[in-house]
């Protein structure tokens, strides 16, 4: 355990919202249908926020569409090494470009309703009857400007990141070393690359954004939460023949029978931002066969230290606050994406590292079908205690949510550290860095 | 395909909804075949099976037990209180039976209700079934949603 030493208890305690406390936070923060809506421009606004993957979008032409805090995202590569992001309305009446999930535009892009057309960069193109514009205030209008781009987009080894508001922080210094979890994942190819597949899990929960973001971090459930099903699983695996070969499934729901101390141990990293990694030193997914030809491939490519590196590093959860949060084995990523105060729509994706062998994809698939799925009897408890979170939260008797555990004064100040896993620093840290956004007006409100 | 046979294959779909209706979950798994699996694919009808595509359950025997077990113990959290749900078939069409295989195509809506909450799905069962110990058991239950890909609620029991 490497708890972190209070550094001083003369710093400042101050809160800087006054819905999160130190060690506690205010019931609002999941129930207030207002406070969500302040929250999808403050804090969401300034993010930098997943919106999608390149190997979506292999081709020029090429789009996936998106809706992220309510306004519809078009991504779209527009040449073999870039993506824009767009907001997806045509320039002219306010029409969705396009409606489906994924497509290809072709040479240009054209709006359904009345044939506005727009370069692959989104400038403007052609527009039916534009003799009618002849002396009109078109040209010089934001209408007449093509279509809007996003305020930030960075593409991060095809990991696609947006942010909706001009403020905010860049990039590199919004996620800093929490990018490594990317990097981690990514060199699980040999050639580096990773390409969505198998399909995307899509769950909605009547929930908080903040119950789902929260339990990812919090390792001490799965003892109480998922008993249920842990233990039938023990029982049954116990009834099994002796020298059975273990089926993946198995070995991938039997570690949640792991006892609290287990879970405590694995050990969790705080990174600033709130972002975090669980499972430092070990994980339920630690214990997966190993594959000598592929680590063979692996060494080939990146060197046998840092092959161990990656392979040794098979986090329970990363989570790149606030939209994501990727395993590394199994190549799994979970998409948390609000839909109101009280209902979340969670993706689960799965990745093929290309050149590794045909099993990652399908550990990937199996774990997210095992655990993710609407259909998964490790999710059904989760999903209820969330439901059941955001009913008893209603209750006006006693509005704060307890996050004291292994709470030391000062803590705030020694991020990036490394503590037990159990340590609900990991959501404070998660909150803070909330309280930071809310608490700034955004350029635009002060306008 | 004689009279009979298809008789009896039809009748086997319909009881074995009946059971899942009665929430008999032991004996509806009593009639899969040792090497059954019940799918319900995440691309539904459009998905094939040898895609490499996920599934939003894709279950042996094993795991299948795991899942009734679970359901019969009576320690989930998510079935206080517990679900029921509710199958309502088109007249099973059988498209072969040879008196060892059969298969049979049967269009279904389906109502899972948990307390005050109640979801609501449509499709239709792709049932293989074979023989085994003299009588018919499942080898392959698919079940193709018609919104299979859609994001959705808990579904905590069997579409």
């Given at each position: ?46 993010a930098w926020v997943f919106a999608g993957h390149g190997s979506q979008m292999p081709e020029v032409g090429d789009f996936i569409t998106v809706s992220l805090s309510g306004q519809p995202i078009l991504l779209l590569r527009d040449a073999p090494d870039r993506i824009q992001a767009f907001f997806n309305r045509c320039a002219h009446k306010g029409s969705q470009l396009y409606a489906q ?215 329970q959860n990363a989570v790149l606050y606030p939209s994501i949060a990727l395993k590394g084995s199994p190549l799994s990523m979970r998409v948390i994406r609000p839909l109101a105060v009280d209902r979340t729509l969670v993706e689960a994706w799965s990745f093929r590292a290309v050149g590794a062998p045909d099993v990652l994809l399908e550990r990937a698939m199996t774990y997210n079908r ?78 | ?159």
């Open positions: 355990m490497h708890r972190a030493e209070s550094m001083s208890a003369e710093l400042p305690n101050l809160p800087v919202h006054p819905l999160v406390q130190d060690d506690r936070v205010h019931r609002d923060l999941y129930t207030d249908a207002d406070l969500f809506a302040q929250e999808q421009q403050r804090f969401f606004g300034r999930a994924q497509g290809h535009v072709g040479k240009m892009l054209r709006c359904p309703y009345h044939a506005w057309s727009y370069r692959l960069d989104g400038q403007a193109l052609a527009r039916p009857l534009k003799d009618g514009y002849v002396g009109t205030g078109l040209d010089a209008s934001p209408n007449g400007q093509g279509l809007t781009r996003l305020p930030g987009v960075r593409v991060y080894r095809e990991f696609v990141f947006v942010r909706l508001s001009p403020d905010g922080l860049d990039f590199d210094t919004y996620f800093g070393d929490a990018l490594r979890a990317i990097d981690n994942m990514v060199e699980r190819s040999p050639v580096g690359r990773l390409e969505v597949a198998g399909g995307v899990l899509r769950n909605t929960m009547a929930c908080n954004w903040k119950m789902y973001l929260e339990n990812i971090n919090d390792s001490v459930h799965p003892v109480s939460a998922h008993e249920s099903a842990s233990s039938v699983a023990r029982q049954m695996w116990q009834q099994q023949p002796s020298g059975a070969p273990m089926p993946m499934a198995m070995e991938q729901i039997l570690p949640f029978a792991n006892g609290y101390d287990f879970f405590d141990q694995m050990g969790a990293r705080i990174h600033p931002q709130g972002h975090s990694l669980l499972g430092v030193n070990f994980s339920i997914h630690s214990a997966y066969a190993v594959l000598p030809e592929y680590q063979a491939a692996l060494e080939a490519a990146w060197g046998v230290e840092r092959t161990q590196e990656v392979l040794q590093r098979s986090p095992l655990v993710f799925s609407p259909m998964s009897v490790v999710a059904h408890d989760d999903v209820h205690l969330f439901e059941s979170i955001q009913q008893g939260l209603q209750a006006q008797g006693q509005p704060w949510v307890s996050l004291h555990r292994n709470h030391v004064a000062g803590e705030s100040a020694q991020s990036p550290a490394d503590t037990n896993s159990a340590n609900e620093w990991l959501m404070r840290n998660q909150y803070r860095a909330w309280a930071q956004a809310m608490s700034q007006p955004l350029a635009s409100e002060l306008a | 395909m004689s009279a009979a046979d298809v008789q009896a294959v039809q009748d086997f779909v319909l009881a074995e909804a009946s059971l899942l209706n009665h929430a008999l979950y032991r004996e509806w798994l009593a009639l899969f075949a040792h090497e059954g699996r019940y799918w319900v694919p995440l691309g539904g009808i459009d998905q094939n099976e040898s895609d490499t595509h996920n599934a939003l359950a894709d279950e042996d025997r094993l795991l299948l037990s795991l899942r009734v077990e679970r359901l019969l113990a009576g320690r989930a959290h998510s079935q206080q209180p517990a679900s029921r749900s509710a199958h309502v078939l088109q007249a099973p069409q059988v498209d072969l039976c040879d008196g060892q295989r059969a298969e049979v195509y049967t269009p279904f809506t389906y109502v899972e209700s948990r307390g005050e909450q109640q979801i609501w799905l449509a499709g239709h069962w792709c049932h293989r079934l074979c023989r085994e110990d003299g009588a018919w058991r499942i080898a392959l239950k698919r079940v193709n949603l018609v919104n299979a890909g859609a994001a959705h609620l808990a579904i905590q029991l069997f579409p």
